[in-house]
């Protein structure tokens, strides 16, 4: 019996890495987020320079489908739209703006955009990437325009 019981022991720390094995998720051929895992049913999402939750789930359907994901996976897309939930100013920086764009309502992910010398720059999470050129373009339009508005307000 006691060999049994090192023996599921030994199985069973030989196959909890293999638990947490981290994988892609592709929000259709939008987006990608990098290194996913899954757990039991805990879905963890990758963090932001080790801290920051840049990258959220909004809908149990989502959630439900990532949870089921063993390995890289593809979600099936709505209509691709963006919806700016929150801007703001940073306020441990001037020049710097946060943003959560929120993607067809099932994922919402946070953009930093940074003024710099050649007018703004808009930077992703590090594990987020796009996979559309239209949405990555139409995103940093919205972005860019939105500091230099909220810029505009607050230089008068």
């Known amino acids: 019996m006691r060999f049994l ?3 599921v022991f030994a ?3 030989l196959c909890w890495p293999w638990t947490l094995r981290a994988f892609d998720v592709s ?3 939008l987006f990608q987020v990098a ?3 899954v757990s039991v049913d805990k879905v963890t999402l990758p963090l932001s320079r080790g801290q920051y939750a840049n990258i959220r789930i909004l809908t149990r359907q989502t959630f439900d489908f990532v949870k089921s994901c063993s390995g890289p996976c593809v979600q099936d897309v709505g209509s691709g739209e963006i919806k700016v939930e929150e801007f703001r100013a940073a306020k441990t920086r001037g020049g710097m703006w946060i943003a959560d764009v929120s993607f067809d309502g099932h994922w919402l992910v946070t ?3 940074f003024q710099n010398k050649n007018g703004y720059a808009v ?3 590090e594990d987020f990437r796009f996979l559309d050129k ?3 373009s139409s995103t940093e339009k919205t972005l860019t325009d939105l500091a230099a508005q ?3 307000e607050n230089s008068l």
């Open 5 to 7: 019981g090192r023996a």
């Open 11 to 13: 199985l069973a720390v």
């Open 27 to 29: 929000y259709g051929s």
């Open 35 to 37: 290194n996913v895992s």
């Open 111 to 113: 953009f930093l955009v």
């Open 123 to 125: 930077k992703p999470p």
């Open 134 to 136: 239209k949405l990555r």
């Open 150 to 152: 909220d810029a505009d």
